[in-house]
């Protein structure tokens, strides 16, 4: 999906009412074009008389430049917002990640199944896979009761594990299968294990023009019709 502000504003919100109790203050937000991080909360700070610093002026950034999936979206956003969290209570952290960060970015995993990570930025290595052309096997899943779309990536070893399995997830309705080129799908980690990851529609549609189905005659599974 493209980051709007609006989108990372309302998020902000959200986020902030169910992870922080509601209690960080707004803040300016703005959308970069940087290619070498996905968030950033910059401030000034001023060294304390007996030590520490205090934290002031922040701004909320978001680099707009990648088509990321929405997941990973609203996981910079939280992530940037526990650096915010820390700054804003003028709480010292050991190092950037340090004690208090991965505290909460574990508590946060923990409560609301996040996927939470120590470092987020872009590299030339990530830029270069994003565009590196592989064959991905898909599976599309409907969750119940609701209009929320789930994906997984399988492993070419675990496809047929995967295939049995995915099914029998009590929250998942309904799976279908494809495979795609598309270089979108190569920043979903390549499952082994049982792992769906949300997609918003509007992203699949986006990414889905060159899916071809995949069906499955006993032991082989092999490109449908479309």
């Known amino acids: 999906m493209k980051v709007t502000l609006e989108y990372v504003e309302r998020k902000f919100a959200e986020f902030n009412d169910l992870m922080f109790e509601g209690k960080l203050k707004p803040l300016p937000f703005r959308l970069s074009r940087a290619r070498t991080f996905l968030g950033m909360v910059r401030y000034k700070r001023k060294r304390k008389l007996f030590?520490?610093?205090h934290y002031s002026d922040f701004q909320f950034v978001i680099s707009c430049l990648y088509d990321m999936p929405e997941n990973e979206v609203e996981d910079t956003i939280i992530h940037e917002m526990i650096h915010y969290w820390?700054?804003?209570n003028q709480m010292q952290d050991n190092k950037p990640h340090?004690?208090?960060f991965c505290g909460k970015m574990e508590e946060i995993n923990r409560r609301f199944g996040r996927h939470l990570t120590v470092t987020h930025t872009k590299t030339e290595a990530d830029l270069s896979n994003d565009r590196e052309i592989r064959r991905h096997l898909i599976c599309i899943s409907k969750i119940k009761d609701s209009d929320v779309l789930g994906i997984t990536i399988a492993s070419k070893t675990k496809l047929f594990m995967l295939w049995d399995e995915l099914p029998k997830v009590r929250q998942v309705a309904e799976c279908a299968w494809y495979v795609?080129?598309?270089p979108f799908f190569n920043r979903f980690?390549?499952?082994s294990s049982l792992k769906i990851y949300r997609i918003s529609k509007e992203d699949?549609?986006?990414h889905r023009h060159d899916f071809k189905?995949?069906?499955r005659m006993g032991d082989t599974i092999m490109?449908?019709?479309q």
Do not use: E, K, M
């Open 189 to 191: 980690p390549r499952a």
């Open 180 to 182: 795609s080129t598309d």
């Open 223 to 225: 490109v449908g019709r």
């Open 86 to 88: 820390i700054f804003s």
């Open 213 to 215: 189905p995949l069906v």
């Open 51 to 53: 030590g520490g610093w």
């Open 98 to 100: 340090g004690n208090l």
């Open 204 to 206: 699949l549609d986006a």
